[in-house]
């Protein structure tokens, strides 16, 4: 095979005392980094601390804004924002974590969206706009990441931005190509082998195998993989393994 896809996580979801998964350890094996912005989860000192780690790994740095909802760390719906609420949100966050890298001497590279936030813009066309005016207002350069075969594609390729397609390693697929809601029953895929073998279908085909059996075309252009389960670095390190012998090459989708 000569397809390469990106592999990301979502990290830098600790704060104060509290610590969220093992990203030092799934930083040597993704090629991306979706970094909390405070509002989901994170705190300052531990953007800066992501930053610098992925600086020092040679991942690339994205922003990973959210709903303004710590308590239930950006999964629950939050109703009756307008756009312009929504935009001004999620500027705040991709600033924040903008000036956090110039500040180390780097950049932010791409954004995505967290959690509820997420699965609200890959369904209303009105969210993923303003999702998309954020991005482009904060950095007309920015790699906008979307769900592929969503309504946050279309609100991006809308826009004239530069997109990554994104699969997920660990989760179900309803037939319209959203995620089946983490309250149903195999939503989240724990297994490591099952997620593997998924994965390098889904780069292989060009295809996302739905609950139902159906087949989404798409061509992803990078897989998340979750970093706050217990099993998600065993889960991380299998795709990386099983892509590498397939002959897939792993690597950053903004670089060069």
């Known amino acids: 095979m000569s397809k390469t896809v990106d592999l990301n996580a979502d990290l830098g979801e600790s704060f104060?005392?509290?610590?969220?998964?093992?990203?030092?350890?799934?930083?040597?094996?993704?090629?991306?980094?979706?970094i909390a912005c405070g509002f989901h989860a994170g705190d300052p000192k531990v953007m800066t601390d992501t930053v610098r780690l992925c600086q020092q790994k040679g991942v690339g740095i994205g922003a990973?804004?959210?709903?303004?909802?710590?308590?239930?760390?950006?999964?629950?719906?939050?109703?009756?924002?307008?756009?312009e609420e929504t935009k001004a949100m999620l500027l705040y966050q991709i600033g924040a974590l903008q000036a956090i890298a110039r500040g180390e001497g780097t950049k932010v590279r791409h954004v995505k969206l967290h959690g509820a936030l997420s699965n609200m813009a890959s369904e209303d066309a009105a969210i993923s706009d303003a999702y998309v005016a954020a991005a482009?207002?904060?950095?007309?350069?920015?790699?906008?990441?979307?769900?592929?075969?969503?309504e946050l594609e279309q609100?991006?390729?809308?826009?004239?931005?530069?997109?990554?397609?994104?699969l997920y390693a660990d989760r179900a697929y309803n037939p319209d190509g959203t995620l089946v809601s983490r309250g149903q029953p195999g939503a989240m895929i724990h297994d490591a082998e099952v997620a593997s073998e998924r994965v390098?279908?889904?780069?292989?085909e060009q295809a996302i195998t739905a609950v139902d059996g159906s087949k989404i075309p798409t061509a992803g252009d990078t897989v998340c993989v979750h970093g706050d389960g217990p099993e998600a670095l065993r889960i991380a390190e299998q795709i990386r393994t099983r892509l590498d012998k397939a002959g897939v090459s792993v690597k950053s989708f903004g670089a060069g």
């Open 155 to 166: 609100a991006v390729l809308r826009a004239n931005m530069a997109i990554a397609r994104e």
């Open 64 to 83: 990973h804004p959210g709903f303004d909802d710590i308590r239930g760390f950006g999964r629950r719906r939050i109703l009756g924002m307008s756009g």
């Open 200 to 204: 390098l279908r889904m780069v292989e």
């Open 16 to 34: 104060g005392a509290w610590t969220m998964g093992n990203d030092a350890a799934l930083l040597d094996i993704v090629t991306s980094a979706n």
């Open 136 to 150: 482009k207002a904060a950095d007309q350069e920015l790699i906008v990441v979307a769900m592929a075969t969503t």
